[in-house]
């Protein structure tokens, strides 16, 4: 059984208005989110009726119904959750607890992970991350826990069910599993560019490659991760890196692999093409102090995230009403 760790941070204004500008600068896209983003409303249709809930429910429902996990953790502004998911976390006998973002991380967690203050803040999102890991059973046990983004509504149970018997499968040997999706188009539906990688892992998938034998992944809204096995204080870099897959933030990604000792990885993803789905293992593991595995999957729809743009909001409103959610 997996203790599903949802994380529902927010960022002040000051650092809204910095992202507001990088969305611009990088992407050109409009921001529009100046309120607390997993509570904001998002229309959907079942079983024919037009529906409005927040933003996190999508996620809460995937999680609530799925067998292989037992009990919740969400990290967040605990009084605005706690106000409007009352309702909602009370109609479920599983476990689930809300973790203030703002609470600082107990002494007895700083030591036991070795948390340097300088690299982790409180309510960073390697802080909101330590503090659920911290609050559930998978701690207490030294095991692997389920850490979901509350703001990916199109994550399906099927996809959820599919990973996680992955993380069975390969959680003694790995300390971080992270699905890699198979995006065919050269851009998602969202105009989004994936990292285009050769697929040489066990898990093959169907397709089109391009001229280079290359198929294109983008992350999802699902890892899983057994923070006693490697250096937690790296993962707010790894984060903001995982947020910029556009040319101009690509650059200065590979530009980060000389100091890990891949002095090469320019050229192989941008010069010779060849850069492969173990090599990137490989560096992101250098970088974590542990052993990461990436899964390539199907599941498109686990990597559309509502960042706040106006496009997204517009785009991620329409799957929801087209699609019948299970």
């Not at 093959?204 to 290359?214: F, I, K, N, W």
């Amino acid at each position: 059984m997996f203790s599903a760790v949802v994380m529902a941070g927010y960022n002040n204004k000051r650092e809204v208005k910095r992202y507001s500008r990088m969305v611009a600068d990088h992407y050109g896209e409009k921001f529009i989110e100046t309120g607390y983003k997993p509570l904001r409303e998002f229309k959907s249709v079942q079983n024919g009726c037009e529906i409005s809930k927040p933003l996190i429910q999508y996620t809460l429902e995937r999680v609530y119904e799925n067998d292989l996990i037992d009990e919740i953790v969400i990290v967040g502004h605990q009084m605005l959750l706690e106000q409007r998911l009352r309702k909602f976390i009370k109609k479920s006998d599983k476990p689930c607890r809300i973790v203030n973002q703002n609470a600082k991380i107990p002494g007895d967690v700083i030591r036991q992970f070795n948390i340097k203050n300088r690299k982790v803040k409180y309510n960073s999102i390697t802080g909101n991350f330590i503090k659920g890991y911290a609050a559930s059973r998978a701690c207490q046990k030294n095991g692997h826990a389920l850490f979901v983004a509350s703001d990916s509504p199109l994550t399906t149970s099927e996809f959820i069910n599919r990973f996680l018997k992955m993380v069975q499968q390969y959680h003694d040997e790995t300390d971080i599993l992270v699905p890699a999706i198979l995006i065919d188009e050269k851009k998602d539906k969202l105009g989004r560019l994936p990292l285009r990688l050769q697929n040489d892992s066990k898990h093959q998938l169907p397709g089109p490659t391009d001229e280079y034998g290359r198929q294109g992944f983008r992350l999802s809204s699902l890892i899983s991760a057994n923070p006693h096995r490697f250096d937690v204080n790296t993962a707010n870099t790894a984060y903001r890196l995982r947020k910029c897959l556009s040319p101009k933030v690509q650059l200065k990604l590979f530009k980060t692999t000389r100091g890990l000792g891949y002095p090469n990885v320019y050229s192989k993803y941008f010069l010779r093409k060849d850069l492969s789905v173990i090599e990137v293992e490989n560096i992101v593991s250098a970088h974590f102090g542990g052993r990461l595995k990436l899964i390539p999957m199907m599941g498109e729809d686990a990597t559309y995230d509502y960042d706040g743009t106006d496009l997204e909001f517009r785009a991620i409103s329409e799957m929801l009403k087209s699609e019948n959610m299970g």
